[in-house]
């Protein structure tokens, strides 16, 4: 007889068990399943060690609760004359709908539930200027007035600090005219990495077939 | 009519063990540390939507702060408040004393020094790959040495069930009541949760939003829902001295709540690249969501029908009644951000992060809080200044009131602007004065939060109390 109000043994177990096997049917089988439908590019060669660094810096400073990596499709609309769904309307201008295979060689991807900044799953594509995207990491606002990026100053020299390894930002007309011709900027070692991550940051037009190999 | 609520705390404490007074007090306390903790992060980054450059040190930058917010307020404040409450609630509902003060003291510190050290993690960048609300780390690396963080969590909580399971055990009532089917359960839970959400072998690939879709749904639904539920169905019926509208509702409510919210993780994933039938079941069993939700919601609205007089005269009422609403609205809310024409609109937006606090604040920190002012003063024998009461609940909430409205209602706006074409830009534009709004209702929570840690430490366990002889029975 089932006795949950009297049986404290039966109340240990039952309740546990239940949420651990829905959790199975749920959550683990179906992402154990998903991770061998795409399994990855098997000639896959490790991330260049800048670009490895950058991803790290991006996990370490949660760029991603402010940054997607994520293009939505809207599977409520006919397949364009690719076969494809279109993208969802309010995220177009992103880029192509990301894909499985898409993420199927990170660990962990960095999909992010909140775009309080722009998607980045094609950063590289959008803004292939590296100094553009070192004075940005410098001081947001200095390219884009109305930005609420924090600015990663510590990531930079500035003036005569410039230290081995660092590599001096070409910076825009713009910002020279406003801080005068002696401003220089000088990004560090780890800017670098950061901003080689952000422009490997590409999708392209096609998504990568379903074995990971890159598209044709 | 005034009931001298005084002389009754004062005969309920009167012969309570002082360890054990000394033992829920400091749990509660250690949450309330941790919420002006995570109030204060969480104020920060508020301001930096406004003013971004303000205090610009690299280990408090914003995306270093973000997850000490949310891990101070959901793994220090509402957790531990949460378990003080159990560590109450448990043994006095089983009619016995609680199986181990020692052990339950030894979770207490475990918890805290985990919490401590995921906290350091943070600052000095080290996070669990931005994977929201299990951004702590395995291990803290200081140098060349590891230090344990998640484990210390993980073992605070399989010692907590241990005890609460041998306290059951012993109770000199044959019948175990509801809340503890609840509060015995959810530290399970939060094993699945833990030992699966840090497992290494799924969280890669497309598989990983699978799991952080479950995760992060469970990791409110399963811990903060059973215990702020569990709780209410001791607090309530004890504060208004009557039984509970319906048991079986209760125990309904129970099952559905296990079934049902386990299923739902997806829901965070629409229209993304998450296979079609997931995020269809999802969706499905967000409405199915409501039978459990209103089983709890309507059991505690029933229970307070017609006790309008009590609602007066306690100053802990208040804090239920607003909970046990915000619980249902927060569910109808999350239901309702399920479906595909309102997720275009509101996904991504800060329409989720009002959600979310209305769901953390406004469902079950209102309702902890109706719990601490209703059952720490029966274990003290102490009670606070009523007015700082009254204080720190319209400053909370206004506060909630005026962050909910602000963000809901400009997630809203800008997310309009992104079907209509808005430039990027715009859409920063159209969310600058909610922003604001946001941060001046943070403001007031920040000050009701204050009001309410000096509350708690006014309700600490006197010197009387210790004169007091433990009777016969214990606690």
Redesign the interface.
Known sequence: MIS???N?RL??VA??L???L??TV???L???Y??RL?P?DPDRKPLPADVARGRE?Y????????H?Q?V?????RPVGPDGRFPP???DA?WGR????A???????????????G?DLADAGGRLPSPDWQFTHLYD??LV?P?????????YFHTGDERAEGDREVLLPASVIEQKGKGFRVFAKRDAQALVAYILSLKTGTVPPARSGAAPK | MKIPVGIKVFVDAAGVDPRYARLVHRYVLSAAVWLLIGTFAGLLDAFRYTVPELLELPWLSFGRVRPMHTAAVLWGWASLALLGVCVYVVPRSCRTTLHSLLAARISLWLWNAGLTLGVIAFAMGQNNGNQEYREFPIFLRLGPVPVPVVPLLAASAILLAWNFYKTIAKRSVQQIYISNWFMLSAPLFATVLVVVGWFPGFNRGNGQPIIQGWYMHNAVGMWFTPLAVGATYYTLPKLLNKPIYSYALGVLGFWTHIIFYTLIGTHHYIFSSLPAWLQTTSIIFSTAMMVPVWASTGNFLLTMRGERSAMRISYSLPFVLVGAIGYGLASVQGTAEAFKAANEIWHFTDYTVGHAHLAMVGFVSFLVWGSIYGLVPRVTGKEPNVELVGAHFWLSFVGLAMMFVALCGGGHARGVGNLEGDSFMEGIRTMAPYWVWRAVGGSFMALGHVIFAWNLWSMRPGAFVNLMQPPADGQ
């Open positions: 949950f109000h009297t404290h109340l240990l309740p546990a239940t949420f651990a829905l959790t749920i959550a683990i179906p992402a154990i998903e991770n795409y990855g810096l996990i370490a400073e949660g760029c991603s609760y402010c997607t994520q939505r499709v809207d599977t409520r969802l309307a309010a201008r709908p990301t894909t499985p898409d993420y199927a060689d990170q660990d962990p991807p960095l999909l992010g539930t909140q775009r309080t722009p947001p606002r884009v109305d930005s609420r990026m924090p600015a990663y100053r510590w």
